[in-house]
DNA sequence: GTTTGGCACTCCCGGCCCGGGAGTGCCAGT
DNA sequence: ACTGGCACTCCCGGGCCGGGAGTGCCAAAC
C-alpha cells in the first residue's frame, strides 16, 4: 500500500466528511495537490475500493468511505487537532462554575455537545468504583429512617427504612457512629461484606434495627440505579449532514435505554483512555452507521466514562479532541473535590 | 349552532385523529350515523369553515379541524375516557416501586410517555413549595463541611461550604443543631428571612463559620437549579402521525431547554387543577402545531406540574385521562411518605 | 325551509418519461 | 507508470398526465 494511495484516502475522507458527498476522482486530484493527474486518482481508487477501505454507493458516483477505511484513517492518518485556545477558556470556565456534581455532569453532557455538535453522553461515576465519604442517619419519624450516602465523587443516595423498633435520639446516634466507623473511606466494591457483618457489632437491643439498616444499605450499594446517564445534544441528530440512512426512530429510542447507553460507553472495566467504535464495531443493530467516542474519567482512576455519538462519517480529529480535553478537565474537577 | 353541526364537528376530530387525514362529507356521514346525506353534511361544513372551526389544505380537499375547533371540542364536546383497570394497575404497581424521589420522577415521566405516546415532561417538586425536613452538615475536612439538606418532597440539594476557621465536632453538632432548630418544618418561601438571621444567633466564636453556611445556603434556597424538569418519550415524536410540519429539530432543542420546558409546564403559581393548551395558545413559536395537557400534582397543595406534549391533532380524550390519573397518583405517593 | 341527488369543477398525488450532469472504467499513447 | 480521451452508466430534477377524492352549487323533493 502505496503512500500516495493512503494520502488519497485521507482526501476523500476530509473531502467526504465536511461536504456529506461522495468524492469523484477529479475533485480528489484537484483540491489535493497530489501532483497528479485524475485518472491516476481513479487507478487508486480502483485499488482502494478493491482493498475495502472506500464504496460506491452505486455506479458512476463517487467514493465514501467504508468503515474499515475510517478505521485506517483514525489509527494512521487522522493528526488530531487540539481544541483553540478560546474553546479550552471556555471549557475551563464553564466547568468551574459547578456548584455540585449533578452539575457537573450536566454541564459536561451539555458542553460536549455543543463542541461537538453531537449527541453526547455521560455516566455518572459509577457506584462501586467509588467509595464512602459519609453516610448520615435521620429520623423522619421515631421508626422510620432516612439513611443518605454520600461518595466521594459527590453522588447522593437517599433510601428510607423501616426500623422494627422505636429508636431514641441516642440510638440514632449510636448506628450512625456504628456505619461511619465501619463504612467510611471504604471501597462500594467491598462495602457488601462489610455491611453483612454489620448487624453483629451492634447493641443487642439494636440488632434488629441494624439489620434492617443493613438490608437497606446493601439495596443501595447494588442499586440497579448504579449507572445513571445523562444525555444532551439530540437535536443534533436532525442535523442536516447527520441525516441517518433510516429514520431517527431507533437512535432517539436507544438514546432512553440506560442500558444501551451503557453497552455504548463500554464495558465498565475498559481502561482504555480513548475509544473510538466505528460503525458494526458496536455490535448494536441501531447503530450500524454510528460512531461512539469514549473516554473514561475519574480522579485518579477511571470511575466512569462519556462519550459522543454521530454518524460514521464524523470530524474524527475534533471530536477525539473535544472529548479527550473536557475528560481531562472533568477528572481535574473531581481530583479537586476530592 | 345547531346539534347537528356540534355533531360533526366531533366526527371531523375524531376521524381526523385516528387517520390523520383529511376528512370528507361522504366519511362522516357513512360512519357516524347521522341519519343525514353526505350533501347536508357539506352544508353544516360550510357553515363550520366559515365560523373558523375547521378548515381545508387545499381547495376539493376534506376537512381538518383549526386549533379553535380542537378547542370547542375539549371544552364541549370530549368526553374523557378513563383508563382501563388494566392501565390503572400498571400505572400503581410501576409508580409503587420506586425507591426514591429521583425514581418517582423518572418513573413517571416514562409512565406518561408510554401511556400517550407523547413526549412526557415532569417538573421535580419546585423547592419553593416544598419545606425543610432536615439539614445535614458533615465535615469533609476540618475546614470543609457538606450541607445536605433534605426537603419534605423528598428533594435532596447539596452543597459545599468553606468555613473561614476550623471546626470541631461539637462546633459542628452545635451548627448543625442550630440550623436545625431553625430550619425543620419550614417553608423553603420563607428560609431566606429565617437565614439571614441565622448568624446572629450562634456563639460569637461560631459566628464567621455561621454566617459562611449561612450565605451557601441563601444560595440553595434561591438556586438556579430549582427547576429541575425530566423528560421522556422524545422518540414519540418521530412516529408517523406526529409529524410536524416543519422539522423535529427546533422542538428537540426545546426539550432541552428547562426555560422553555417551564414555560410549557405553565405559571408556576397555577393551581388549576387540569390545563389543556392547543397550538398558539402556547405563545411560544416552535409549538404553533403542539399541544400541551399539564396537571399539577403535590401532596395536598400543588408542588409541580406534569405534561404531555404532542400535535394538536392528539387524543385528547385518552391524553386528558391519562395526565389526570398520574397526577393523582403521585400526589397520593408523595402524601404517603410525607 | 331543509334536505337530497346530480354534476361540473378543482386540485393533489403518483407514475412516467426524459435530458443533463457527474463520475467511472478502459484503452491507447506518451 | 502516468495521462488524456471517450463511451457508458446511473442518479436526479422537472415536466407532463390521468385517476381519484372532495367540493360547491343547483334544482327537485320532502
Not at 476523500?12 to 461536504?19: F, H, K, L, N, P
Request: glycine share 6%; proline share 4%; net charge negative.
Amino acid at each position: 500500500m502505496d503512500d500516495r494511495k493512503l494520502e488519497v484516502l485521507r482526501a476523500i475522507v476530509e473531502d467526504y466528511v465536511s461536504t456529506q458527498e461522495p468524492v469523484g476522482s477529479k475533485a480528489v486530484a484537484q483540491r489535493h495537490a497530489l501532483g497528479v493527474s485524475a485518472a491516476t486518482v481513479r487507478n487508486d481508487m480502483a485499488y482502494l475500493e478493491e482493498a475495502g477501505y472506500i464504496q460506491q454507493p452505486h455506479t458512476s458516483a463517487g467514493r465514501i468511505p467504508t468503515p474499515k477505511g475510517y478505521r485506517l484513517f483514525v489509527d494512521r492518518l487522522g493528526k488530531i487537532k487540539p481544541l483553540s485556545t478560546a474553546e479550552r477558556r471556555a471549557v475551563h470556565r464553564f466547568l468551574s462554575e459547578a456548584i455540585d456534581l449533578d452539575d457537573v455532569v450536566t454541564r459536561t453532557v451539555r458542553l460536549l455537545a455543543q463542541l461537538t455538535h453531537q449527541v453526547a453522553v455521560v455516566q455518572y461515576p459509577s457506584l462501586n468504583r467509588s467509595s464512602v465519604r459519609h453516610l448520615e442517619i435521620v429520623a423522619v419519624t421515631p421508626a422510620r429512617l432516612m439513611i443518605v450516602m454520600i461518595t466521594d465523587t459527590g453522588r447522593v443516595e437517599q433510601r428510607y427504612v423501616e426500623t422494627p423498633a422505636e429508636l431514641s435520639e441516642d440510638h440514632i446516634l449510636e448506628l450512625r457512629r456504628l456505619v461511619n466507623e465501619q463504612l467510611q473511606g471504604k471501597a462500594l466494591a467491598d462495602a457488601p461484606r462489610i455491611i453483612a457483618d454489620l448487624a453483629s457489632l451492634a447493641r443487642p437491643e439494636l440488632r434488629d434495627s441494624a439489620s434492617a439498616l443493613a438490608r437497606v444499605l446493601l439495596e443501595t450499594v447494588v442499586s440497579r440505579t448504579e449507572e445513571r446517564v445523562a444525555v444532551a445534544g439530540a437535536a443534533n441528530l436532525t442535523r442536516p449532514g447527520n441525516f441517518f440512512s433510516g429514520s431517527l426512530r431507533p437512535i432517539l429510542e436507544a438514546l432512553e435505554e440506560e442500558v444501551v447507553l451503557m453497552q455504548l460507553l463500554g464495558r465498565a472495566d475498559s481502561n482504555a483512555l480513548l475509544t473510538v467504535r466505528i460503525g458494526d464495531e458496536n455490535e448494536i443493530d441501531d447503530f450500524r452507521e454510528t460512531t461512539v467516542v469514549t473516554a473514561g474519567y475519574g480522579p485518579g482512576s477511571v470511575v466512569g466514562h462519556m462519550g459522543v455519538l454521530g454518524p460514521t462519517r464524523m470530524d474524527y480529529p475534533g471530536t477525539i479532541a473535544a472529548v479527550r480535553a473536557v475528560a481531562r478537565y472533568v477528572s481535574e474537577i473531581l481530583e479537586q473535590n476530592r
